[in-house]
């Protein structure tokens, strides 16, 4: 089992930045990815970012250039850095992490960018 617990979210004006933190604890030895989802009022939930076992990135279109995922895979925790947001990437984002072929989701936190 991993529990998810995400922190950073917040209310900002586009161009600013964020950074969004998701701690895993219990059994993080078995994490072969981690990474972050979002999704916006009336949206499906859409895949942001991600990083697997080994350090290959995976990164939206919308998002690329803009967003930062990195991992302190010793402490079992992926980050998020937004830079430049735009009031499209306003939405609730989800940490997800997968161990033991199972995916495991953080309870969201909240990201606003408007003026």
């Known amino acids: 089992q991993v529990q998810l617990v995400e922190s950073g979210g917040g209310s900002v004006q586009p161009g600013g930045s964020l950074r969004l933190s998701c701690a895993a604890s219990g059994s993080i030895f078995s994490i072969t990815g981690m990474g972050w989802y979002r999704q916006a009022p009336g949206k499906q939930r859409e895949q942001v970012a991600f990083i697997i076992s080994g350090g290959t990135t995976n990164y939206r279109v919308s998002v690329k250039g803009r967003f930062t995922i990195s991992t302190d895979n010793a402490k079992g925790t992926v980050y998020l850095q937004m830079n430049s947001l735009k009031p499209e990437d306003t939405a609730v984002y989800y940490c997800?992490?997968?161990?033991?072929?199972?995916?495991?989701w953080g309870k969201g936190t909240l990201v606003t960018v408007s003026s």
């Open positions: 997800n992490v997968v161990a033991h072929y199972t995916s495991y």
